[in-house]
């Protein structure tokens, strides 16, 4: 059985995550959505709600968990018993620091990473521009996953 982790701070979660995890789950058995918590970040959403958010989209959907992390990621990956990390890529600049990563984590535990290109049509959206919009009261739902509810209290 092949199960990885998806890492990120997910705030929000975009149709660009949702995009890699629809993807992966053609190749991948288990999927486990790491929601990191990274206090360097500015984030719009507390990581309980994000966590409901995203547990909420994948609710009929057994071959995805979620699961806050607060530690480095291949060390939640062995916590989660996962053997590969999904990582999606947009741009030269994010495949140039995803590469770097997965030497240092493939060197540390021999865990591999798969980087799955954007959609070309999503390569715009970015959790930080949707949190930008957001903050400026805009509509940002052509940027979320369908049904993905960003009102939980």
Do not use: W
């Amino acid at each position: 059985m092949t199960k990885a982790i998806f890492p990120g701070t997910f705030d929000p979660f975009t149709v660009g995550h949702y995009s890699v995890v629809r993807r992966a789950l053609t190749f991948i058995d288990e999927i486990v959505i790491g929601i990191g918590i990274n206090d360097n970040k500015n984030t719009h959403f507390p990581i309980a709600e994000r966590e409901a958010m995203i547990r909420d989209l994948y609710k009929d959907e057994p071959c995805v968990s979620v699961q806050a992390y607060d530690s480095l990621t291949i060390d939640f990956a062995r916590q989660v018993g996962a053997n590969l990390i999904i990582r999606g890529i947009r741009t030269v600049k994010d495949f140039e620091y995803e590469e770097t990563i997965a030497d240092i984590n493939r060197k540390l535990t021999g865990i591999e990473t798969i980087l799955l290109f954007t959609e070309p049509e999503l390569s715009c959206v970015s959790s930080t521009i949707v949190r930008e919009l957001m903050g400026y009261g805009k509509d940002v739902s052509m940027f979320l996953p369908e049904g993905m509810n960003t009102s939980h209290e």
